[in-house]
C-alpha cells in the first residue's frame, strides 16, 4: 500500500515555473515506477512524465518534453516535477500516481489527491 500527497501546485505567469512535489508513505514505494498525469476541466486524465524505480529511466508525453523534469529521491519517499516555459494549456489538475511502467506511461495503482496548477496568459 503506498498514500501519495501533492504539494506546490498554484498560480505562475505563462513563462514561469513551478516544482510539484509528491511525498509518499508505505515501504514500498521504491518498488514502484512513478508518474505525473494532469486532468483539465472537462478533459481527460492524461499521463505527462514517468520516472522508472531507481530513477534511471525517465519518459515524457510529446507535450511538455523538453519543458518538464521529472525526478525522484527514494531515501526521501519523493516525487518531484520540475516545470518550466509554463503555458496556458498546461492548466490542470496534477495528480502523482504509483504503477508499473507500460508503453503509454504508467499503471495507476496508486493515486495522489491532486494539486492545481494555473498559468495565466
Known amino acids: 500500500q503506498v498514500q501519495l500527497v501533492e504539494s506546490g501546485g498554484g498560480l505562475v505567469q505563462a513563462g514561469g515555473s513551478l516544482r510539484l512535489s509528491c511525498a509518499a508513505s508505505g515501504h514500498t514505494f521504491s518498488s514502484y515506477a512513478m508518474g505525473w498525469f494532469r486532468q483539465a476541466p472537462g478533459k481527460e486524465r492524461d499521463f505527462v512524465a514517468g520516472?522508472?524505480?531507481?530513477?534511471?529511466?525517465?519518459w515524457y508525453s510529446d507535450s511538455v518534453k523538453g519543458r518538464f523534469t521529472i525526478s525522484r529521491d527514494n531515501a526521501k519517499n519523493t516525487v518531484y516535477l520540475q516545470m518550466n516555459s509554463l503555458k496556458p494549456e498546461d492548466t490542470a489538475v496534477y495528480y502523482c500516481?504509483?504503477?508499473?511502467?507500460?508503453?503509454?506511461?504508467?499503471?495507476?495503482?496508486?493515486w495522489g489527491q491532486g494539486t492545481q496548477v494555473t498559468v495565466s496568459s
Open positions: 520516472i522508472s524505480w531507481s530513477g534511471g529511466s525517465t
Open positions: 500516481a504509483a504503477g508499473l511502467p507500460t508503453s503509454w506511461g504508467i499503471t495507476g495503482n496508486y
